[in-house]
């Protein structure tokens, strides 16, 4: 529907993802929901057809491919199972990337070659029980002991949390500066000291794993450290700064299922003998949702050229998250209008929809945390 947007290689991209998530995922996404499986077999998949690092030079194992492939990648997963497109948006946006953006040379060869091709899975942490939007009020502390790092502390919504073989987490290095004290380190998963401890239940993308991480006296070489000194909050912006676009991605899927799956019922639901897309009320329905999503679309489009250009694109990747996650509630909330007492129960997607969409709101900043980036922008800026 966006093709004279889209390069002839991105097409071809969009419908291999297609042809996968309708053959691989669809099958067996309702059921991993129900029994809250993490999709392992798929994930291994997906790293052999090259979706696990998409947007990564061919040199570290990528496929040097761009951010706007990435993002039909991810839309086109989430349109079949939200779970399974944050799985792969968490590792690669908010994982591999500060990995590749302000790893060393030795530390892109050590872990990016297994994580582009899946072989490992990524996780990022950054999320306190006191530390959310607040990510001044990290109590992670990580000190320097002779030419060691000591880490101790503990993390909450670490997606991915409970399967990551790699953690990029952040840590407090000197807790009197607050964010300019907060140190980025690579952290292996057998790691002696770091132990997984609660496993969320969650309301929606129930595939995804969601976990608290501990880390007891965690010893790690000096190596470990991940960008410079005291300059990990700056890291975690620019880092949360793509990850968004991951989630404006993924929440662009959920909208299209929801318009999708709305539009085939009413074709084929009668009401009063004939099918109730003859009646007003669900006419504006279905066209209010389509009018959101390919705005939105538009919008994470928009963005995404942007960093792939080399642009600042923070403020869009906010206003693309922002309207795509709403635009996600607003299609998944009239899905289940338009199917009526069906839509509420689990015979019909729409509600799984509905409950994996919510998520998008929150994570990856909160649409009101995304108000205050692009209000900022404009206010400083004009």
Known sequence: MFDLLLTDEQKMLQQMVHDFAVNEIEPVASENERNHKFPREIIEKAGELGLMGIAYPVEYGGSGMDYVSYMLAIEEISRYCASTGVII????????????????????????????????????????????????????TAKLVGDKWILNGSKIFATNGAEADVFVLLASTDPESKTRGVTGFIVDANTPGYSIGKVERKLGIRSSSTTEIILDNVELPKEAMLGNLNEGFKMAMITLDGGRLGIAAQALGIARASFEDALKYSREREQFGKPINSFQAIQWMIADMRVRYEASWLLTWRATKMKDAGEAYSTYSAMAKLDASETAMFCANKAIQVHGGYGYTEDFNVERYYRDAKITELYEGTSEIQRLVIS?????NG
């Open 89 to 140: 948006s968490a590792h690669s946006s908010l994982t591999c990337d500060p990995i590749y953006r302000f790893g060393t040379e030795e530390q892109k060869q050590k872990y990016l070659p297994d994580m582009l091709s899946g072989k490992k899975i990524g996780a990022f942490s950054l999320t306190e029980s006191g530390a959310g939007s607040d990510a001044g009020a990290t109590k992670t």
């Open 376 to 380: 900022r922008h404009f206010i400083v």
